[in-house]
């Protein structure tokens, strides 16, 4: 384990276990459909690499990359779009792929958004989800887990832009936030 982390919440195996889950409920679904994975930049690039080889629907990759405005730990809802999509999603069944769900602020823009442009399906997929948090409702199709209200970091999910890498989530020590007021 991380010398940061105080503690692990979701280790590699489970995640990877419920991705596996998720890809089969997904390939269910869609089943010989064309499904286009909307990743939200940067977080859920990892998420997206393992859920589309899970997936035995056929798949196509897209990314997108918002910024919230306010601080990094805090959702304002008002969301800029620094990369759009590099294709047209008219007609096409989307599924909305994003590492986690807080106050469901970022993804309401995105989701209003994304359907104006007319898509045949829009859909969401979320690896973790904080319902305790939610300020507006969201309709999450797949869910990877709910956890409590803790800030976490790990597979895909970062404090100032570290801790991506570990294979496993968990809750950093309070040392290290200190640190980085
Ligand atoms: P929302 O608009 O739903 O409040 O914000 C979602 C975004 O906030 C996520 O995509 C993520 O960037 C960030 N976020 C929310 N909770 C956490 C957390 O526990 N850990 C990390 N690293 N980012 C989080």
Redesign the pocket.
């Known amino acids: 384990m991380d010398a940061d982390i105080d503690r692990i919440v979701l280790t590699e195996e489970q995640i990877q276990g419920r991705i596996r889950e998720l890809g089969e409920a997904i390939s269910r679904d869609y089943g010989d459909e064309p499904v286009l994975l909307i990743a ?1 930049l940067r ?1 859920a690039a990892l998420f997206v690499a393992d859920l589309s080889r899970a997936i035995s629907s056929p798949v196509e990759i897209d990314f997108m990359a918002v910024s ?1 405005y306010g601080s990094s ?1 805090k ?1 304002s ?1 008002v969301v800029r779009i620094i990369k759009d999509l590099d294709e047209s999603i008219e007609g096409r069944h989307v599924l909305v792929v ?10 309401k823009y995105l989701l209003k958004n994304l359907s104006s442009r007319s898509p045949a399906s829009l859909e969401v997929c979320t690896l973790l989800s ?1 319902e305790g ?1 939610r300020r507006v409702p969201i309709t999450c199709k797949y869910v990877g887990f709910e956890i409590p209200d ?4 790990g597979y895909g ?3 100032v832009e570290r801790y991506r890498n570990l294979p496993y989530i968990g809750v950093l020590r309070s040392q290290v936030h200190a640190e980085h007021p």
Do not use: A, M
Not at 98 to 107: N, Q, S, V
């Open positions: 939200v977080g919230s730990t959702s809802g994003e590492d986690i769900l807080d106050t469901g602020l970022t993804l904080k948090k803790e800030f976490v970091v999910l970062d404090f």
